[in-house]
């Protein structure tokens, strides 16, 4: 993984991308979930000699004057994980939500996720609350906001 390129995600892109959400959740997105996406500053993949390695999908929407930005997925192959990529996918992917416009950013996470809720709070996320049954499976979600100026500081 010496040369791993984050960059927008393209049409090309998303049968990889597709592959990874399958490799790495229980309850993986459609490809049109995806497809959906595609316009979006947000959708960003790292790429590795011409492969997909991860992603992230967020996107921003108005809310009284404090736009808000949602990460709404993100995943790294097994392969690709341990080396600081998920982290640099999630910073590249704030930049984009703030020069976006978004003031807050928030998501949900699985509260049995270790690795995941670790690099959410390095990152300046705090938990904002707690959302019952959030999954198919019956698991609760956190759900976390980052104050986005507070993160540039």
């Known amino acids: ?5 984050i960059r927008r995600a393209e049409r090309a892109d ?3 991308v597709l ?8 309850e993986p997105w ?45 995943a790294v192959t097994p392969e690709a994980r341990g ?10 992917g704030l930049v984009s939500l703030s020069f976006s416009g978004a003031a807050l ?6 509260v049995g996720n270790e690795p995941a809720l670790s690099l959410y709070r390095k990152m300046g996320f705090e938990p ?7 999954y198919a499976d019956g698991e ?3 759900l976390m906001v980052l104050d986005v100026d507070a993160w540039q500081d």
Do not use: W
């Open 30 to 74: 459609p490809y049109t979930a995806f497809e959906s996406f595609l316009d979006e500053p947000g959708f960003l993949v790292a790429v590795n000699e011409g492969n997909v390695v991860g992603y992230i999908v967020a996107d921003v929407m108005p809310n009284h004057g404090r736009d808000l930005g949602h990460i709404k997925d993100i």
């Open 105 to 110: 950013v928030k998501l949900e996470v699985r």
């Open 128 to 134: 904002a609350r707690r959302v019952p049954s959030y």
């Open 140 to 142: 609760d979600a956190l």
């Open 19 to 26: 592959g990874i959400e399958k490799t790495c959740f229980t």
């Open 14 to 16: 998303l049968l990889e």
């Open 83 to 92: 080396i600081g990529l998920g982290r640099r996918l999630l910073q590249r």
């Open 1 to 5: 993984m010496s040369d791993v390129t």
